[in-house]
């Protein structure tokens, strides 16, 4: 399941969401993103997170898909926040289902990997001194070289 969203989204209720009705579920990873309160030595106050609809949903779809191809899996849950997010709200959560644990874990780091190189969102940082855009990060895309 992916969705993309601006409201705040309920994170009991997805896992229930995730084993509902499949008692061969064993295990379930899930990964909760949130707005930090700092960036680059600045204290931050929001972050804003603008997309392209189409685009992005097509994008987490092929990381699902491929997450779905890799792993035994049963379920999995993209959600995706976009707008203006304060400090401490939640900005993602990604989870995998499955009846053993280990594919459950690594489907869910593969996930939250993938996400933050391949889906296009653009990132807005509201900083005590500035606004800037964020660039992507070094350590993000080696991060998802190794699922390669």
Same mark, same amino acid.
């Given at each position: 399941?992916?969705?993309?969203?601006?409201?705040?989204?309920?994170?009991?209720?997805?896992?229930?969401?995730?084993?509902?009705?499949?008692?061969?579920?064993?295990?379930?990873?899930?990964?909760?993103?949130?707005?930090?309160?700092?960036?680059?030595?600045?204290?931050? /106050?929001?972050?804003?997170?603008?997309?392209? !609809?189409?685009?992005?949903?097509?994008?987490?779809?092929?990381?699902?898909?491929?997450?779905? @191809?890799?792993? !035994?899996?049963?379920?999995?849950?993209?959600?995706? +926040?976009?707008?203006?997010? +304060?400090?401490?709200?939640?900005?993602?959560?990604?989870?995998? /289902?499955?009846?053993? +644990?280990?594919?459950?874990?690594?489907?869910?780091?593969?996930?939250?990997? &993938?996400?933050?190189?391949?889906? !296009?969102?653009?990132?807005?940082?509201?900083?005590? +001194?500035?606004?800037? &855009?964020?660039? @992507?990060?070094?350590?993000?895309? @080696?991060? /998802?070289?190794?699922?390669?």
């Amino acid at each position: 399941m992916i969705r993309v969203q601006r409201e705040d989204f309920d994170v009991g209720r997805e896992i229930a969401l995730l084993h509902e009705n499949n008692a061969a579920i064993g295990g379930i990873c899930t990964f909760v993103g949130l707005v930090r309160d700092f960036a680059d030595g600045d204290t931050l /106050a929001a972050m804003t997170l603008e997309h392209y !609809p189409a685009m992005t949903e097509k994008a987490l779809g092929d990381i699902e898909a491929e997450a779905l @191809a890799r792993w !035994p899996l049963d379920a999995t849950v993209i959600i995706h +926040r976009h707008g203006r997010l +304060r400090a401490g709200d939640r900005i993602v959560l990604v989870g995998a /289902a499955s009846a053993h +644990r280990e594919a459950a874990f690594e489907a869910c780091h593969f996930l939250i990997d &993938w996400l933050k190189t391949k889906a !296009p969102f653009w990132k807005l940082e509201e900083g005590a +001194r500035e606004r800037r &855009w964020v660039a @992507a990060k070094v350590e993000d895309t @080696a991060a /998802a070289k190794k699922w390669e």
